[in-house]
C-alpha cells in the first residue's frame, strides 16, 4: 500500500496549484481520503476528507469555498485543488487513507493521526 503526493510548489497569493496523490496496491474507491496540512512549529491539521461510500465531504473552515477535493478513480488518483491561495496555506501537505469508511470524514479530519495510511508530503509554498 503506497500513497505519493505530488504538485507543491512556489506560488504567489491569489494563485493556484493542484495536487495529486496516487494509490497503488488499493483500490481508493473504498477508502476514505484525506489532506492533511502541517504548517512549521504547528500541529498537523486536517484540510479536507471524503467518504466516497456516503458521499460525505469535510472542508476546514478556512480553505472552504477555495480548495476543493475530488478523485479519479481510473487513475485511482485523489486531488486538492487549491485557489485564492493565501501565505496562511504554506505548509507540507500529506495525502492519507483509510478503509473504515463507517467513520465520518469529519472524524478523520478532526482526529490528525486517525488514518490508516499516509504517503509523504508535498510542500506548499504560497509568498510573492
Known amino acids: 500500500v503506497q500513497l505519493q503526493a505530488s504538485g507543491g510548489g512556489l506560488v504567489q497569493p491569489g494563485g493556484s496549484l493542484r495536487l495529486s496523490c496516487a494509490a497503488s496496491g488499493f483500490s481508493l474507491d473504498y477508502y476514505v481520503v484525506g489532506w492533511f496540512r502541517q504548517a512549521p512549529g504547528k500541529e498537523r491539521e486536517g484540510v479536507s476528507c471524503?467518504?466516497?461510500?456516503?458521499?460525505?465531504?469535510y472542508y476546514l473552515d478556512s480553505v472552504k469555498g477555495r480548495f476543493t477535493i475530488s478523485r479519479d478513480n481510473a487513475k485511482n488518483t485523489v486531488y486538492l485543488q487549491m485557489n485564492s491561495l493565501k501565505p496562511e496555506d504554506t505548509a507540507v501537505y500529506y495525502c492519507?487513507?483509510?478503509?473504515?469508511?463507517?467513520?465520518?470524514?469529519?472524524?478523520?479530519?478532526?482526529?490528525?493521526?486517525?488514518?490508516?495510511?499516509w504517503g509523504k508530503g508535498t510542500q506548499v509554498t504560497v509568498s510573492s
Open positions: 492519507a487513507a483509510d478503509p473504515r469508511t463507517y467513520y465520518s470524514p469529519n472524524y478523520y479530519c478532526t482526529s490528525a493521526d486517525a488514518m490508516r495510511y
Open positions: 471524503s467518504n466516497n461510500i456516503v458521499a460525505n465531504t
